[in-house]
């Protein structure tokens, strides 16, 4: 088996446990013509036991038409090069078309209830590490738009897994945190120091309770809310951004939020929740270990650090480049460091000390450093985010746009920008000059 052939056996993998779009994989140069049949036999044993037959489809099986859609494509392609379709390919094909049912998964419980038709994505990281989602590919379901993953959670995944030390070590809140992908994919990573999913929904509350119990199985506490990954502390906590009391939220470093803007009737809402967290008492978390980390910062960590040191604004224009590439799989292809790497030379010509100010509301070492919100909302209407941009600033609440990225799940599917803005409550210093 040639290194190609490995190499592309393993993107087929992960294309097809992401349901990446049909249209978009390409069986052809695996299948060329001037293969041999022997060749061409063991290619598609690799290649089904590395998709269909892989122990996470079996766990977690893709929704039952993509699968029978992925092995048709494959077969045709087999075909049209001349070849001869292995024995076991066609056997599960045609056993998949007497199947009625869409997937296992809708049999199992509410969460599939009507035609919601509930199946698995299994996302790749970058790292090669899997989060797996049970989703849905409705875009609302049950009167609710958080059973599918939306294009602004990948985004800010991929921003905070290029610029770690937002969340490294800190205690993360995500409001509506829908299916998970965000969340997870730091945690799985070993980013923050506790993490706590927040969602108002039964039904997303549902699939995310199941979507963190069969990522991070590890250690659930008797609560059944609470969960140890490593030295991750996860919580799943119902938050309505309605009715949010002070007493409702965790003590919080950072707070994470993905395609939350969307409802006006909401946003004053919104708001109150945000002003609620980034104004709660209590320390900033700067526990021994993380300042350890920050301390042996190497000059590419630089990087990094001035992201989160104040100085995501001034990154934008930088990022803009690496912002027309498709971000994380399930999606892309592309590894995410490669779309980071662009703008990786000119930042860190940056002095170290430039990267720091001292009132930077991600530093765990700065002085009177301030809680920081991160929100990442796809434009569709950009009146809508001007207008809830605006609500903010109304309750003197500072927002930053720190970058737009683009993103598309394949070549087939249609390109989405995503905002990202940075939310701080206001900075004391700058209120007590104001006043004097
Ligand atoms: C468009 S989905 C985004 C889900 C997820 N963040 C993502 O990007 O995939 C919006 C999420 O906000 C949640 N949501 C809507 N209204 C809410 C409210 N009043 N309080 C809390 N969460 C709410 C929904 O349940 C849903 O999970």
């Not at 530093?363 to 209407?381: I, K």
């Not at 609500?391 to 905002?419: F, G, T």
Request: glycine letters at 4%; a negative charge.
């Amino acid at each position: 088996m040639s290194e190609s052939d490995l190499f592309n056996t393993k993107q087929f993998k992960q294309k097809f446990l992401a349901m990446y779009p049909i249209e978009d994989i390409s069986f052809k140069e695996s299948f060329a013509a001037e293969k041999s049949y022997v060749e061409c036999q063991e290619l598609q044993k690799l290649l089904i036991e590395g998709t269909v037959l892989s122990d996470i489809a079996k766990r977690y099986p893709p929704k039952a038409s993509y699968v029978k859609a992925f092995l048709k494509s494959l077969i045709s392609e087999i075909e049209v090069q001349g070849h001869e379709v292995s024995e076991s390919i066609y056997t599960l094909y045609t056993n998949l078309l007497g199947e009625e049912k869409e997937s296992p998964c809708c049999l199992e419980s509410t969460f599939c209830g009507g035609n919601s038709g509930g199946f698995y994505r299994t996302y790749t990281l970058e790292s090669g590490k899997h989060v797996t989602l049970r989703e849905t590919s409705n875009l609302v379901v049950d009167g609710t738009t958080g059973l599918r993953t939306w294009q602004a959670s990948h985004v800010l995944l991929e921003f905070l897994l290029e610029n770690p030390s937002i969340v490294q070590c800190k205690r993360v809140v995500e409001l509506g945190a829908g299916l998970g992908l965000l969340g997870l994919g730091l945690i799985i990573e070993h980013l923050p120091a506790a993490y706590t999913f927040t969602d108002h929904h039964p039904a997303v509350m549902d699939a995310l309770h199941h979507n963190i119990c069969i990522n991070i199985a590890q250690c659930q506490h008797q609560d059944g809310k609470t969960w140890e990954y490593e030295d991750c502390i996860v919580r799943l906590v119902p938050l309505d951004w309605q009715s949010t009391t002070a007493a409702d939220v965790a003590a919080c470093d950072v707070v994470l939020a993905a395609d939350v803007v969307f409802d006006p009737r909401l946003f004053p809402a919104l708001r109150h929740t945000l002003s609620i967290l980034l104004d709660a008492p209590g320390d900033l978390q700067s526990t021994p270990p993380c300042d350890a980390v920050a301390e042996s910062i190497s000059s590419s960590n630089v990087v990094k650090s001035g992201l989160m040191n104040g100085n995501l604004s001034s990154a934008s224009s930088l990022q803009s480049s690496s912002s027309m590439q498709p971000s994380l799989s399930p999606p892309s292809p592309l590894p995410l460091s490669s779309q980071a790497s662009s703008l990786q030379p000119s930042l860190s010509m940056q002095p170290q000390q430039s990267l720091s100010p001292p009132t930077s509301p991600f530093s765990s070492h700065s002085v009177g450093a301030r809680r920081a919100a991160l929100l990442a909302a796809t434009v569709r209407n950009e009146d809508n985010i001007n207008s809830f941009v605006k609500c903010l600033e109304d309750a003197s609440l500072e927002v930053v746009e720190v970058e737009v990225r683009c993103y598309r799940e394949a070549p087939s599917r249609p390109l989405h920008s995503v905002k990202i803005f940075r939310i701080t409550p206001p900075d004391p210093s700058t209120l007590s000059r104001s006043s004097e």
